[in-house]
């Protein structure tokens, strides 16, 4: 027993040796100190601090009633709206081309793709408005609601140049929660607003900002928009933009980002109207797709106004009598301003109504009255055949080449264009010459090439054309016919 026990102790004591010496060897004098100062080594001992923590707010409650009532009132309103918007979660499949070393293709290989977006709850039955830039393509479509319930989704409509879509969640019978809409036409500049949506898939989230300004125009298809300061970011596409009340006024939709490879909220969203939204709701639940008016038109601004450069032959505009150059000053009894004004208006106007106009032909006001028909938004055009023609192809037929002016020449003063070229053989030939000045197409003046080529292509491929130009210092006139069809040749 007591060899087993010395022999115990043996053990430790070489075992306590052996850890010293490593110790010695890793830490040196400095760690005989740390193992010894009750201090921790660092040569001071700690005293415990006296600390005095407020025991009020910096602001009575009393005295910020209001900014407590808000918070309260907003907390509220939220808890409210918020059940009502969804997170969307899609799928689908695209075709990639493979390419071999040379850059010729050898085959198609499928690619699956997924998205994110959000949308929000319009009926009980279930319909949901979200953007068509989510669902664009995709093949299944997953709608996951505030309380984490997810569904299955149809597509029912979507509208193209609206960027809108209405699904319907996959659960007959059941009931959901919607929100209103409400009254865009009645939203102001630094009127308080909420986005509510799922960016980046983290879920619904809430940003509060105001309406920085109304009918925002971003291109021909995306008028009349909202700008909002409240953040919008990526996966905020179709959630709502809500008023105080939690209606409706918009359907948030784009961003502004001078980095395209990786956007991002720059304080400058855009929001789809409610009431356009609810016009392509209703239409989309009744007939399955959008419904716009059509008038047959081609229009430019000038400082006379919205004027006239074409007539759609067999169109509205045609059978109520407008002719090339007729500036266009009312519209349904409205003053027009602009082209986006005009165009609004006609695609808002319902199918079959007779419309009066007043244009303004030669100084004298024309009363004229039009019966729209349908604009088919998957092509731009009309359920009465149209015969636009396509730009490159009357320009070509033409064969006139015209550069800008230099900054030397617009600095003395000169406006419009030169002629760099005429094509043999084209309409333009044996008129116009290279050297030319071209000043005005069908007595609209000319800036640039883009306004010469734009007035051109709309003008020739459907009537004669005037073309005024300058040649050593006296004004000229080339009388140029329409561009025949192929059909007519």
Do not use: C, W
């Not at 939220?78 to 990639?96: C, F, H």
């Not at 064969?399 to 309409?427: E, F, M, T």
């Not at 030939?429 to 306004?451: H, K, P």
């Amino acid at each position: 027993m007591q060899q087993g026990i010395q022999r115990l102790l043996a053990l430790a004591a070489v075992f306590a040796v052996a850890f010293s010496a490593v110790y010695l060897i890793r830490n040196g004098s400095d760690g005989i100190t740390r193992l010894f100062d009750p201090r921790g080594g660092s040569g001071q001992e700690h005293r415990p601090e006296h600390a005095t923590m407020p025991d009020r707010p910096a602001m009575p409650l009393g005295e910020v009633e209001l900014l407590a009532l808000l918070d309260t009132q907003q907390t509220k309103l939220l808890k409210a709206v918020v059940p009502s918007v969804v997170s969307i979660d899609t799928a689908g499949i695209r075709s990639e081309r493979l390419l071999d070393g040379f850059g010729r293709e050898r085959g198609v290989r499928r690619v699956p793709t997924q998205g994110q977006g959000s949308g929000v709850i319009v009926s009980e039955e279930g319909h949901v408005l979200t953007n068509r830039h989510v669902i664009e393509g995709q093949r299944q479509i997953q709608i996951t609601l505030n309380d984490g319930k997810a569904y299955g989704a149809t597509l029912i409509g979507q509208d193209p140049l609206l960027d809108v879509a209405v699904l319907k969640i996959d659960a007959p019978g059941e009931k959901f929660r919607p929100l209103k809409f409400g009254d865009s036409t009645q939203v102001g500049l630094a009127q308080s607003v909420f986005a509510i949506g799922n960016p980046f898939g983290l879920g619904e989230t809430v940003t509060k900002g105001i309406i920085s300004a109304v009918e925002r125009t971003l291109s021909d298809t995306q008028r009349d928009l909202f700008q909002t300061d409240a953040a919008i970011n990526p996966g905020n596409s179709g959630g709502p933009l809500i008023n105080i009340q939690g209606e409706i006024i918009g359907i948030n939709s784009s961003i502004y980002t001078p980095d395209k490879a990786n956007p991002g909220f720059q304080g400058v969203g855009f929001s789809i109207p409610s009431n356009d939204v609810k016009d392509a709701l209703f239409a989309i639940l009744e007939r399955g797709r959008p419904i716009r008016g059509y008038l047959g038109l081609k229009m430019v601004e000038t400082r006379a106004g919205v004027q006239v450069i074409s007539v759609a032959p067999g169109g509205p505009a045609e059978a109520a009598g407008l002719k090339p150059d007729d500036v266009v000053q009312s519209y349904d009894g409205e003053s027009i301003r602009t082209i986006n004004q005009l165009v609004t208006l006609v695609q808002r106007t319902r199918i079959g109504r007779k419309v009066p106009l007043i244009v303004d032909r030669d100084g004298k006001a024309v009363p004229l009255e039009a019966t729209i028909t349908e604009s088919l938004p998957e092509t731009g055009t009309t359920t009465t055949p149209s015969k636009m023609r396509e730009p490159a192809e009357v320009l070509q037929a033409i064969g006139v080449i015209v550069n800008d002016l230099s900054p030397q020449d617009r600095k003395a003063g000169l406006s419009g264009v030169v002629v760099a070229g005429v094509q043999p053989g084209g309409l333009a030939a044996g008129q116009l010459q290279a050297g030319d000045l071209i000043t005005a197409v069908n007595r609209i003046d000319i800036r640039n090439s883009y306004e010469f080529y734009l007035h051109l292509s709309a003008s020739a491929g459907v009537q004669p054309t005037s073309i005024r130009y300058m040649r050593e210092g006296k004004y000229g006139r080339a009388d140029l016919p329409a561009v025949p069809r192929k059909e007519e040749e």
